[in-house]
């Protein structure tokens, strides 16, 4: 533990860039970016760079995703090409366990925590949002799901002030589906491969899971991207991955219907916490007052 506590931090920030230690990578950017924002006003140039970055970024991998379809292709034609039916069934096994473990998460878990700490119906609930769900199932992404989960939340009787805060944070850094994947991912990974995870490396992984799935962006397949983080963070065989693209279409679209009804009971709790929240309006007891909207 005292290792893996010391290996965070890096001794030499670019000899952890070079070799992808990638924890000791974002524990660094995380801290650098918090310097940035404290030095926003002394050190302009800088954030411009950064931000420049990004963007150079974003319009590179938005070239990358146009012909990434061919590339995807071609990678699950060679895979499932090679694969004999006993390789297959693993695969079968794999996405069994995640899509139980959204399962529970959206229909035992999340059901719970909104009994405890709001007193409403479950099933009043998931009635009302099955169509975001719906939603965010076809599109895969929990950042085009915003509009409307917004404005269902306010049919439903929740303060504008309240959701047009909480949801665009919880889309951003609230993925439970992405961790679910991401989990079950790596496990499934070493056990293809033979490898035998340890103590160490399995609470590597928690931590490393948690910190990628948070860092996810909320675009369709972005999952696959930062899994690459956590399989070289464990010292887990990136190739796996390969393996897993042509599966993942279908992954992603339940996780992201998972990630988005997080973020609204997360929206239900904190209204209710600061008097934002009507319950007649929630029961149909009442229209929702628009004026306030």
Known sequence: MTDLVL???????????ANSEMLSVIILGAIMGFILIKLSQK???LNNVFKESKNVMIAMTGVILKIAPFGVFCLMARTFGTLRFESVFPLAKFIGCVILGLVIQLFIVYPFILVIFTKVNPLRFYRKFMSVMFFAFSTLSSNATIPLNMNKLEDIGISHDISSFTFPLGATI????TLIMQSVAAMFAAQYCGIDLGTSAIITLIIT????????????????A????VFTTVGLPVEIIGVMVGIDPILDSCKTAVNITGDAICTIIVALKNKSFDVDVFNNKKEPDKSLI
């Not at 930062?226 to 983080?229: A, I």
């Open 7 to 17: 290996n965070i931090i890096p001794e030499n920030p670019l000899n952890a860039l």
């Open 43 to 45: 050190t302009p140039t």
């Open 226 to 229: 930062t899994l690459t983080l």
């Open 209 to 224: 899971v948690i910190i990628a799935s948070t860092s996810t962006p909320s675009v369709p397949f972005s999952g696959l």
């Open 174 to 177: 609230n993925k439970n589906g």
